[in-house]
């Protein structure tokens, strides 16, 4: 299966979807898809927001309900990386309750070795 873009509201490509996994640009896995329901976690299993319709990763500001946690699926194997991607579609405004994560929240959506929440070595 081919890796589609994820791009921002701006029209910036910030992301890569193949399977169930999130990408970010150099290849490397920054999260997880549910594909029954389109909701986004990070690789410590925790929420992130949803794919909407055109593509994008969003969120509610404020959420009245509490996503469980997931399960980390098995590491996937590293994807070969296009050398280009096409333009991004024309994106609708964000209503005020809604954010984009990958502009405004794009440390939700780390690496394996990167993040706030990630456990230090001792």
Do not use: C
Not at 4 to 28: C, D, K, Q, S
Not at 82 to 100: G, I, N, W
Request: proline share 7%; no cysteine; charged share 25%.
């Amino acid at each position: 299966m081919a890796l589609h873009p994820i791009y921002t509201t701006r029209g910036e490509h910030a992301a890569f979807f193949e399977n169930g996994y999130l990408f970010n640009l150099t290849g490397e896995w920054i999260g997880f898809v549910d594909t029954q329901n389109g909701y986004v976690f990070s690789l410590l299993g925790e929420y992130v927001g949803y794919v909407s319709r055109d593509g994008r990763i969003l969120r509610k500001r404020a959420m009245d309900e509490v996503v469980p946690r997931r399960g980390m699926p098995a590491a996937p194997s590293r994807p070969k990386m296009p050398t280009s991607v096409p333009l991004a579609p024309m994106m609708s405004d964000l209503s005020f309750d809604t954010v984009d994560v990958l502009e405004e929240m794009p440390e939700r959506l780390h690496t394996a070795d990167g993040g706030e929440l990630k456990e230090d070595m001792d």
